[in-house]
């Protein structure tokens, strides 16, 4: 399984960006998926989750009222919206798949199987 991730770009603070991350290959029409992220300088955080099981979502509470991830089961396929970016979202985003991660762990990268190549997001003062 491939997982292709784009959206990213620059954007002043206060703007807007949609990621995109789709999966390829020899895929399974069952994965929970989720966003992680990585500034400079800084370890690797969760940002948000989608699980399979009732879409429920869930988010890192710094982009809680901001950021919306969503998916097309069809196009395995997982969006994060990010809207009212800030300085401190600068990082590069990641996306990951993974197959019946357990709610307790949604929030641990080592839950996920597969990972997208990043895409940087930007955002000036």
């Known amino acids: 399984v491939q997982l292709q991730a784009s959206g990213g770009g620059f954007v002043q603070s206060g703007g807007s960006l949609r990621l995109s991350c789709a999966a390829s290959?020899?895929?399974?029409?069952?994965?929970?998926m989720g966003w992680f992220r990585q500034a400079p300088g800084k370890e690797r955080e969760f940002v948000a989750a989608?699980?399979?099981?009732?879409?429920?979502?869930y988010y890192v509470d710094s982009v809680k009222g901001r950021f919306t991830i969503s998916r097309n089961n069809a196009k395995n396929t997982v969006y994060l919206q990010m809207n009212s970016l800030k300085p401190e979202d600068t990082a590069v985003y990641y996306c990951?798949?993974?197959?019946?991660?357990?709610?307790?762990?949604?929030?641990?990268?080592?839950?996920?199987?597969?990972w997208g190549q990043g895409t940087l997001v930007t955002v000036s003062s």
């Open positions: 990951a798949f993974g197959r019946g991660i357990i709610l307790s762990e949604l929030r641990r990268g080592d839950a996920y199987d597969y």
């Open positions: 290959g020899r895929t399974y029409s069952g994965y929970d």
């Open positions: 989608i699980r399979l099981s009732a879409g429920s979502t």
